[in-house]
């Protein structure tokens, strides 16, 4: 059985007077999993995350973060999270140091750990300058800083390479991947573009418009991706060329301009290929439309 | 002991904040002009300080502009600079996820002020004995003051200065935690300190929450009289506005 490190029931929630901006979210997060949760501006993504971490109250569902109910045992569940919501939260009069020492006090871990978490995102060299003079990718990264600085179990990120330069954007990836199989850390990050987060994660969520379309692993993602890809045939007499194919067990989807049929093996196209060609059927063309993981996820979301 | 470790966290956070060098200009600067004054005007030094009543004179007039003016205003400016540094940096969503409850932030906030207020006050105090003593240091001929310091008596006005500037800093907070812009509190602050001066004379001046340091200075210079414990009525404005900012501060909807 699957041990789910945030699970939420009928999650709902709605700013006063306005329409719900989340509509019974069932989020499932396992265990040492790095969860992209996806969806454009607007969906709801920081909505609920800001649930998951207390900054909003809870009007509707339930919240369990490492198998406990989330209001009942808050400062516990805390104790093993460490955050970063959209834009960077620093004290812009202290120094990258400062600013984990005001964190370190609260969370009791050792003093070494400041060094250690500075180093891990490449700002111990920062000395006596201020957060307030960091430039956009330095603020992100003392970010990050902030939420592994105690090493937690479960990391929540709201769009966290927002303002990184590629590099930066490749360090970050690299981190969360380290800090996922070396310590097991499950991470929640949200982002608005697949393609930033479809090299780090393991499992997706896929929300718009204050609802879940998809939810599962990226192998689950890639299967509908092939479940979508469609093969055209276009042919000097398409009418024989359906009955041909049909005659050879596949199921044809369309036959208007193009003939077309599911995502079928090489093997299977080249015989198709061979048959049309004995029985005097000119081929003009064979096409594959396979849709990439952005499509699908644009499918989603303008569905 | 969390309450321990949240002061302490808070307590980093004033570091280089214009409110830490409030409570050190603020304390120090009636007693550098009453020190320039005296060594301007040093033909009068002399007199003053073999007076019997050299303490208490100094004392009072080092009181005159803190009381009325300086020390609402630096107050008003100190609480709401403290907790701007949430709304300004864009931080409360970061204290709010931290493992400690909203009781604790709420009163480690307070208690940060609260010990600056202490901090001011033993400043004002030192600043207060250095302008009686460096003037007659510095003008030959002048003799240390013969007169003893009563310290006692001193120690009770700071007390209850102390807890008339109470109910400000709670009220202060309080409009602070609620508003991001910071000209709210700020606003707010000014306007009733204005009203506290304007109704000092009103016989029921003493309603207003912000007239209490000023009224109980013009009670010692006998300037003013009247029957209500301002000291005791401060204190529970003080309670009060602290169990209100309290409760909105813990049933706020949104926490960052």
Request: glycine share 6%; charged share 15%; aromatic share 12%.
């Amino acid at each position: 059985m699957i041990s789910y490190c945030i699970e939420t029931e009928n999650l709902s929630y709605k700013f006063s007077g306005n329409e719900p901006v989340l509509k019974n979210i069932n989020l499932q997060v396992p265990q040492g999993s790095i969860y992209g949760f996806l969806g454009p501006n607007g969906a709801g993504k920081t909505t609920t995350l800001r649930l998951l971490l207390g900054l909003l109250k809870k009007q509707q569902g339930e919240i369990k973060i490492f198998n406990k109910e989330f209001d009942a045992n808050r400062i516990s569940i805390l104790k093993n999270v460490g955050s970063l919501i959209e834009s960077p939260s620093l004290y812009s009069h202290l120094t990258a140091t400062e600013n984990l020492e005001v964190l370190q006090k609260i969370y009791r871990c050792p003093e070494t750990r400041i060094k250690e978490a500075l180093e891990i995102v490449g700002l111990s060299q920062t000395g006596n300058k201020k957060a307030g003079q960091f430039s956009l990718g330095m603020k992100q990264r003392l970010s990050i800083a902030i939420s592994i600085l105690h090493n937690p179990s479960l990391l929540i990120l709201d769009e966290p390479t927002n303002g990184l330069d590629p590099n930066g954007i490749i360090e970050i990836r690299e981190l969360l991947k380290k800090l996922n199989s070396e310590y097991k850390t499950t991470i929640v990050i949200s982002s608005h573009l697949l393609a930033e987060i479809e090299k780090l994660v393991t499992h997706i969520g896929v929300i718009n418009k204050g609802n879940i379309l998809f939810q599962g692993t990226l192998d689950e993602l890639r299967w509908k991706q092939m479940h979508n890809s469609v093969i055209y045939f276009d042919t000097s007499d398409n009418e024989k060329a359906k009955e041909i194919i049909s005659s050879n067990d596949i199921r044809i989807l369309s036959s208007k301009e193009w003939i077309t049929i599911p995502l079928v093996e090489k093997k299977a196209i080249a015989m198709l290929n061979q048959k049309l060609v004995e029985e005097g059927i000119e081929v003009y063309q064979i096409s594959t439309s396979q849709k990439d993981l952005e499509s699908i996820f644009m499918d989603f979301i303008n569905t | 002991m969390q309450f321990i470790y949240s002061f302490q966290s808070e307590w980093l956070k004033k570091k280089r904040n214009l409110a830490s060098w409030l409570v050190v200009v603020g304390g120090f600067f009636t007693p550098i002009i009453i020190i320039i004054y005296s060594l301007v005007y040093s033909s009068k030094l002399y007199a003053a300080s073999v007076s019997p009543n050299f303490w208490i004179r100094l004392w009072n007039n080092s009181w005159e502009s803190m009381s009325i003016f300086l020390l609402p205003m630096g107050v008003i400016l100190a609480t709401s600079l403290i907790t701007q540094i949430e709304f300004r940096n864009n931080t409360w969503k970061q204290l709010h996820t931290l493992p400690q409850n909203m009781t604790t932030i709420f009163f480690a906030k307070l208690a940060v002020i609260i010990v600056m207020m202490i901090q001011f006050f033993i400043l004002f105090n030192i600043g207060v004995y250095l302008s009686g003593v460096i003037p007659v240091l510095l003008i030959k001929g002048v003799p240390y003051p013969k007169a003893s310091i009563p310290y006692f008596a001193f120690l009770k006005e700071n007390m209850l200065y102390f807890i008339d500037c109470l109910p400000i800093i709670a009220l202060q907070y309080l409009i602070s935690l609620q508003f991001k812009n910071f000209l709210v509190p700020l606003g707010v602050g000014i306007a009733l300190w204005i009203l506290s001066v304007a109704v000092f004379r009103w016989q029921y001046g003493y309603i207003i929450p912000y007239t209490y340091c000023g009224l109980h200075f013009l009670h010692n210079m006998d300037k003013l009289h009247f029957h209500v414990p301002i000291h005791f009525l401060a204190f529970g404005y003080f309670v009060l506005f602290t169990i209100i900012g309290y409760i909105l501060y813990i049933t706020k909807k949104e926490k960052g």
